[in-house]
T-cell receptor, first 113, second 114 residues
């Protein structure tokens, strides 16, 4: 199993550009989520999904959209990138419960100029 | 809102010394989890504690969950260079109904001097 995979690993955007961060898992996990990690801030929940077709907002959802058309994939879209979105983005998945052990992907380092 | 606080933010130790990080929640937790993140890496699950007063050991790592289920600690005995990284605690994040994810502490960076 590949576990949780994320692409790209690195990305540089200009303010106002849009892009999609890809996340996929091959563990048949129902729950998937996106976190952002900023220096000194820990990880903060952006959006999550409890199954295909179901998504909801986390702690810091503004400026991001998600969709879940399949169990495997959970892309994160930046609608109009801002410098405040410069961060490291982690996708995570878990069995059944939302507060259970999370399996994290390798992350995407995003810089917005 | 719910807060999970961790101290210290940074800890420098000599190789072979012990290390402890502490986690405190503003609310009672149904469980607490610990993760380790190596420099440049991603968080990796270490353990989950569920019961009041629970103590679990993994080789040189000892995890404790407080009696009131609002605090926890991770203790590493005789640190090694492989222990370098950031240690995070995390508790269930509640928004309205049930848990929707995790609330992470800001982490403790363990720096080991050989």
């Amino acid at each position: 199993n590949a576990g949780v995979t994320q692409t790209p690993k690195f990305q540089v955007l200009k303010t106002g550009q849009s892009m999609t961060l890809q996340c996929a898992q091959d563990m048949n996990h129902e729950y998937m989520s996106w976190y952002r990690q900023d220096p000194g801030m820990g990880l903060r929940l952006i959006h999550y999904s409890v199954g295909a077709g179901i998504t909801d907002q986390g702690e810091v959802p503004n400026g991001y959209n998600v969709s879940r058309s399949t169990t495997e994939d959970f892309p994160l879209r930046l609608l109009s990138a801002a410098p405040s979105q410069t961060s490291v983005y982690f996708c995570a998945s878990s069995y059944y419960d939302r507060d259970n052990e999370q399996f994290f992907g390798p992350g995407t380092r995003l810089t917005v100029l | 809102g719910q807060q999970v606080m961790q101290i210290p933010q940074y800890q420098h130790v000599q190789e072979g010394e012990d290390f402890t990080t502490y986690c405190n929640s503003s609310t009672t937790l149904s469980n607490i989890q610990w993760y380790k993140q190596r420099p440049g890496g991603h968080p990796v699950f270490l353990i989950q504690l569920v019961k009041s007063g629970e103590v679990k050991k993994q080789k040189r790592l000892t995890f404790q969950f407080g009696e009131a289920k609002k605090n926890s600690s991770l203790h590493i005995t005789a640190t090694q260079t492989t222990d370098v990284g950031t240690y995070f605690c995390a508790g269930p994040r509640y928004s309205g109904g049930g848990a929707d994810g995790l609330t992470f502490g800001k982490g403790t960076h363990l720096i080991i001097q050989p």
